[in-house]
Each structure stands twice: as structure tokens, then as C-alpha cells.
């Protein structure tokens, strides 16, 4: 079986790429990486993964991703911080997904933060 490609778009298979990140083997050294490997989690179903990489005071209890949801796409546009030294970044991305045959995208600008030396998603604000 041919190993998957990683969602996030890099042309890596998952398992060289995210999936690193998923299992736990490796942890994200940017916040890029980190909204990346959220993204993949969400293209494959990894709910937990999400809750993990959450920032303590801003997850959510639960988290149900919707199956009418396929993410398709990653474009990273923007980065500020983020980077190997900083404590915290954001990145500016638009995902896509299709929904019940309909293509679509969404735009938001994310914050993260390091929480116990770890990047976390802190919250991210839609842009249009
Ligand atoms: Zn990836």
C-alpha cells in the first residue's frame, strides 16, 4: 500500500510529516508546524489530537468534528513570531474543505502559545 500523503500540503507522506506529530513521536518546532499538524487532524478525524494541542485556558471539553467536512487543502499566507525562540506567533492560513459536493475555504488569522515549552492554539479570529 502506497503511504498517504500528508494533508497539510508539504508532498511528504503523513507518516514522515503530521503523523510524527499525531503519534507523538515528534513535537511542532514553530507554530507553524503546530497549525499544520491541527489541520491534518482535522483532514483525518483526530479529535484528540486537537483537544491536545489546545491552550489549557481556551479548550474546549469536547470537540465533534463534523462528517460532512472533508478538508482538502492547507494555504499558509502569513506567519508573525512563532519560530524556534518565540513564546508566541500566529499564522494566517485558508483551509478547504468540501461540503456535501460544495467547495469551500476558511480564513482565519490563529494565535498560539507555548505552554510548558509546547506550541498550543490559543484562538484565532475569521477573516472574510
Ligand atoms: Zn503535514
Known amino acids: 500500500m502506497r503511504s498517504r500523503r500528508c494533508p497539510c500540503g508539504t508532498g511528504l507522506p ?7 506529530l499525531h503519534d507523538g513521536t515528534a513535537t511542532a518546532g514553530t507554530a507553524e508546524q503546530l497549525m499544520r499538524s491541527r489541520f ?4 483525518v ?6 483537544l491536545a494541542t489546545w491552550y489549557p485556558a481556551t479548550r474546549p471539553r469536547t470537540l465533534d468534528l463534523d462528517p460532512d467536512v472533508r478538508w482538502t487543502a ?8 512563532g519560530t524556534l525562540l518565540s513564546a508566541e ?16 475555504s476558511q480564513h482565519e488569522n ?4 507555548r505552554d510548558d515549552g509546547n506550541w498550543r492554539y490559543l484562538d484565532g479570529v475569521s477573516l472574510t
Open 74 to 81: 492547507l494555504d499558509v499566507l502569513a506567519t508573525t513570531g
Open 45 to 50: 478525524g483526530d479529535a484528540n489530537y486537537l
Open 110 to 113: 490563529s494565535r498560539f502559545a
Open 89 to 104: 506567533g500566529t499564522v494566517e492560513f485558508r483551509a478547504h474543505y468540501v461540503r456535501d459536493g460544495a467547495a469551500g
Open 14 to 20: 503523513l507518516a514522515e510529516c503530521c503523523g510524527r
Open 40 to 43: 491534518s487532524a482535522f483532514a
